[in-house]
């Protein structure tokens, strides 16, 4: 066994359970199917594919959960992509419908997944969207009713501005919206403990094994610096970290930087008032805040999407102010870790999950745009379903979307979509 050393350094790396190394790549294998990238993914993607019987190999360039898998705010939310309805003239009412509820079915993946193997993440329900503005509540009561009609069974509470102070101890909202069929959870334990369950089920996971070089064909062959696998099947789950391994699935991501902070353990009655029912909860602006508290109740904050390639010099001090207008209460309180990382961001905001036309034996998972933890488990199902014959429509369905692929190349489109994202900004200022 061995500590978390080799994590980006978090709090979530310095709390992580223990668990086992993963071999690296030596010498030639070969697969039914081979799997680039070792977050939530492509591990659950692996989980699926044993379950169904293949032969799995997944090849990670680090360790288990480096990316975002291992490092984001731990935010369980339900739903996938953003403004579904834009997909109406695409895949008609019948398929946004459809979008809809395996949204929610993500989640209850999750849910099976931690309670069927008794995976150690902190699994906790209660969330909160926040209202920053009073017509914002109208829109909460437009999606819960639109939840209900779905038949999603979970509890949902809009709250008033005179109640919002049981949810969040802070000035600075109007009004929520409850959803106890969400939740949060210690992200990095999650993805080592489905690691475990994928290793269980007889796929071989490798770490520090870099692929190099892929050769398509009938057969893939997939090149690390110090071994190959030959598969009938690749699956590209590199996302935010796709490092030009293939420039057509590559050119379709934005990488951001989002960051977080945790502070020392805060005193119950201080925790408490922060957040009275230990919720997660988001608010709505475009430069989002998220936050919640672990276990051992530290506040973790959350936010500042970056679209500009460049991470702040002290994510401490880029953070600390923004936590201080939520909750001015924590102004001595110590931040103990900080830390950040690359999210996958799509010009439409939906998860990219399909198959290559010119190369049809090579399929994806990408892109979730900052709401990865339920919707990389519905891709690893969906993978699972097409790859293994039990296709129902619902890859299709997906596949079925175009996704842009970003102008410029790599040293342009960051700073086109770092201006776009400021007129949303301005715009929320009017």
Not at 197 to 219: C, K, N, P, Y
Not at 342 to 355: D, E, S, V
Not at 365 to 379: C, M
Not at 391 to 404: C, I
Request: hydrophobic fraction near 40%; charged fraction near 20%.
């Amino acid at each position: 066994m061995t500590s978390s050393a080799q994590h980006a350094a978090s709090y979530y790396a310095a709390s992580s359970a223990p668990h086992p190394d993963h071999p690296v790549l030596e010498g030639e294998h070969s697969c039914d199917v081979c799997i680039v990238g070792g977050g939530y993914s492509g591990v659950n993607t692996a989980i699926e594919l044993a379950e169904r019987g293949l032969s799995v190999i997944l090849l990670e360039a680090r360790k288990i959960g480096w990316g975002a898998s291992g490092r984001n705010g731990g935010q369980l939310i339900r739903g996938v992509g953003h403004g579904l309805e834009q997909f109406l003239p695409l895949l008609g009412a019948d398929g946004v419908r459809s979008l809809k509820l395996m949204g929610l079915e993500a989640v209850d993946i999750v849910r099976q997944r931690v309670e069927r193997h008794a995976i150690p993440c902190d699994l906790t329900w209660g969330y909160c969207d926040l209202a920053n503005k009073p017509g914002e509540l109208e829109g909460f009561a437009e999606e819960a009713e639109g939840l209900r009609e779905l038949g999603y069974r979970h509890e949902m509470r809009l709250v008033p501005a005179e109640q919002i102070r049981t949810v969040v101890g802070s000035e600075r909202y109007v009004g929520g919206l409850i959803d106890m069929g969400s939740g949060h959870l210690h992200p990095l334990n999650l993805v080592l403990g489905e690691a475990t369950v994928a290793s269980q089920l007889g796929a071989r996971l490798f770490e520090h094994s870099a692929v190099t070089r892929i050769d398509h064909g009938a057969q893939v062959r997939v090149h690390t610096e110090k071994g190959q696998v030959r598969a009938k099947t690749l699956v590209m789950c590199c996302n935010a970290y796709h490092n030009d391994l293939d420039r057509e699935l590559g050119g379709k991501v934005l990488p951001a930087g989002s960051y977080v902070i945790a502070t020392e353990p805060l005193g119950e009655d201080l925790a408490h008032q922060l957040l009275p029912q230990n919720m997660a909860v988001c608010d709505q602006r475009v430069a989002l805040d998220y936050y919640r508290l672990s276990a051992d109740r530290r506040l973790l904050f959350g936010g500042a999407c970056h679209y500009s390639g460049r991470d702040p010099k002290d994510i401490a001090a880029y953070m600390r102010p923004k936590m201080l207008k939520v909750f001015p209460q924590l102004a001595d309180t110590r931040i103990d870790y900080q830390w950040g990382g690359m999210i996958g961001i799509g010009a439409n905001r939906l998860p990219q999950i399909g198959r290559l036309a010119a190369r049809p034996n090579v399929f994806y998972a990408q892109a979730y745009s900052g709401h990865g933890v339920n919707a990389t488990h519905l891709a690893g199902r969906l993978l699972g379903e097409a790859i293994s014959g039990q296709e129902s429509g619902r890859f299709e369905l997906f596949a079925k979307v175009p996704h842009m692929t970003f102008p410029g190349g790599k040293l342009l489109r960051s700073p086109l979509l770092a201006m776009g994202m400021l007129w949303h900004r301005l715009k929320e200022l009017v």
